[in-house]
């Protein structure tokens, strides 16, 4: 089974998420991680799994829908399918489950349910979905006011025609004789028994004290032992001596496994397919803090404390590929993404690691002798007024558009845009459309290289020297550019404090004081009038900074700086380049 987390709330305690229940998750909205729960109704056990919507955490959703017999696709009645969606439901279809359509906040003023059951249709329809698939049960409901209905004119008091459709169109698992068998599609951790394996038993029957073989995706077979067997019940786990074909559980126990192992007969192993992943588009340079503010504000900030991390990392990030760079306390990392890059950095910085991380970079391949790059499909949902900006702005980055259609007084535009293009585009976007632009992209294919872009033209304002900011001094320096950074910030030579107006990059001093004299003025002196710093996220920063520069991570600041911070250096550097 597979539900969007949203459906599910507690209603004793006041509202909370349950399966959103990371911090992260909470802050953005949105699900990172895949989660596992059940409930059981009318004598049937039904398994829940939440899984991301994002493509950018794909790696996520690939592993865990192997274990899933069917899937529930939860729209919102206004709205409709998002960009999203799409990713998700084609993994589903692909893997040929059967889908329910779950028609979300009907008690919304303006909802279209009838309007978006067509367009859920048309996606369907599009991704290929057999006859049977495009035969799908709807429902109709409000999960804010906990209730469901195959009507959304005629309110219930609660969700059960969602579970009764559940058990009348998802088939139970099939019950396959023969030796065991379990691939392995996520783990877990507990300070007391350490790593647990957890996936879907696929053949056979699993025992508490039995004798197991780990057969690993290199192809060498590892013999072990299963100490614990848990099945999920409700929210938590329950210890079981034994689980048969068609169980999720979590086995305690097996050491040394990887998610796509299989845990197989002791005597005849026989490994499943290992899950496929696609590959990762994007890689960003990792590096330690070496800035003079190194250590003040970290817990962890050596190279081995970033190797180890990183490795950790690895264990439970399938997308995610790690390799050493051949300069020291350097790593290449590489993900599906800026948003999949900048959520392991903000997951760091919260653990209390310092670390440097450079400009994201395409990753290019060469198919058939020709150099190709990753390709999105960008979605702008945009008001009418504001369509020709967003089209000259996505042109100017190769993009080509694919489609465009009116949708009230709000516009749909589909592109085809080269994941470079799609760098630093979000914030341009929203400014020009006065924050009122949604967009969303996914990974579509490689296709043939599309030339140079233009990028940041802008040059950046440099610190000179190590000191505290003072107000006298940025207010001095503001027709010259836009700062990044408040008075009374510290600042050290070569960070990045503001981006200047002209296309060069100029050094300037501002930790210079007024000077105090005994000698008293003519006149009132003029008090400085500051325009508000700009502020910028994670991936606002990652996007914004040029190839000489760094973004500095800790768990309380975040800097931008120059890969080479003294002013004389960077000269020579670039009269060598």
């Known amino acids: 089974m597979l539900l969007a987390g949203h459906l599910f709330r507690d209603n004793q305690t006041s509202g909370e998420l349950i399966l959103d229940n990371n911090d992260l998750e909470r802050e953005r909205g949105i699900t990172i991680l895949s989660k596992n729960v059940s409930i059981n109704y009318k004598d049937t056990k039904i398994n829940i799994i939440d899984t991301p919507g994002h493509s950018d955490f794909g ?21 409709g399918p998002m960009p999203q969606t799409r990713f998700v439901l084609q993994k589903a279809l692909q893997l040929g489950l059967k889908p329910v359509v779950v028609i979300n906040k009907v008690d919304k003023p303006n909802c279209r349910p009838d309007e978006v059951h067509e367009m859920v249709f048309d996606l369907m329809f599009s991704l290929d979905a057999t006859e049977e698939q495009l035969d799908f049960p709807t429902i109709y409901g409000s999960a804010k006011n906990g209730w469901m209905s195959e009507d959304w004119k005629e309110p219930t008091d609660s969700i059960s025609p969602l579970l009764d459709c559940i058990l009348e169109h998802i088939p139970a698992p099939e019950a396959l004789e023969g030796t065991p068998q379990m691939l392995v599609t996520s783990l877990d951790y507990s300070a007391y028994t350490g790593r647990i394996a957890v996936g879907r038993v696929h053949r056979g029957t699993l025992k508490e004290s039995m004798n197991v073989c780990l057969a690993k995706r290199d192809g060498s077979i590892i013999k072990s032992r299963i100490k614990e067997v848990h099945v999920f019940e409700g929210l938590g786990r329950a210890r079981k001596s034994e689980v048969s074909s068609g169980d999720i559980c979590a086995l305690i126990g097996i050491e040394g496994f990887e998610i796509g192992d299989t845990i197989c007969d002791f005597e005849q192993p026989e490994p499943l397919p290992p899950i496929a992943i696609d590959e990762p588009t994007m890689s960003m340079l990792f590096a330690i803090n070496d800035s003079p503010f190194f250590g003040k504000d970290g817990k962890y900030v050596t190279s081995r404390h970033i190797h180890d991390r990183l490795m950790k990392e690895l264990d439970k990030n399938l997308a995610l590929r790690v390799t050493k760079s051949e300069e020291d306390g350097k790593w290449i990392v590489s993900g599906r993404g800026v948003l999949h890059l900048s959520v392991l950095i903000e997951t760091m910085r919260r653990e209390g690691y310092e670390l440097q991380v450079g400009q994201p970079q395409v990753i290019y391949k060469t198919i058939d002798g020709v150099r190709c790059e990753p390709v999105e499909e960008l979605t702008i949902n945009v008001p009418e007024e504001y ?136 006149g009132a002196d003029d008090k400085a009038r500051l325009i508000p710093p700009v502020q910028f996220s994670l991936e606002e920063a990652l996007e914004y900074i040029k190839e000489d520069e760094y973004v500095e991570v800790t768990p309380r600041f975040m800097r931008m700086r120059k890969v080479i911070l003294d002013e004389n250096e960077r000269k020579r550097a670039n009269k060598n380049s």
């Open 59 to 79: 790696g996520e959703v690939e592993r865990v829908l192997n274990m899933a017999d069917g899937c529930i696709l939860l729209v919102d009645a206004f709205e």
């Open 387 to 522: 369509a020709s900006k967003m089209i000259d702005m996505v042109t100017r980055r190769k993009g080509e558009m694919m489609m465009m259609e009116s949708n009230g007084e709000r516009v749909n535009l589909e592109f085809a845009i080269p994941s470079r293009g799609i760098i630093g585009l979000r914030t341009n976007v929203l400014t020009a459309s006065a924050g009122e632009a949604i967009m969303a992209h996914r990974f579509k294919e490689y296709q043939p290289y599309k030339g140079e872009l233009e990028r940041r033209t802008n040059g950046s304002m440099i610190a000179m020297e190590v000191g505290t900011a003072f107000a006298y001094a940025i207010d001095k320096l503001q027709d010259r550019g836009c700062f990044f950074i408040f008075p009374q910030d510290e600042v050290y030579a070569g960070q990045v404090v503001g981006e200047h107006s002209h296309e060069n990059d100029l050094v300037i001093n501002v930790t210079k004081s007024k000077k105090l004299t005994n000698m008293r003025a003519s």
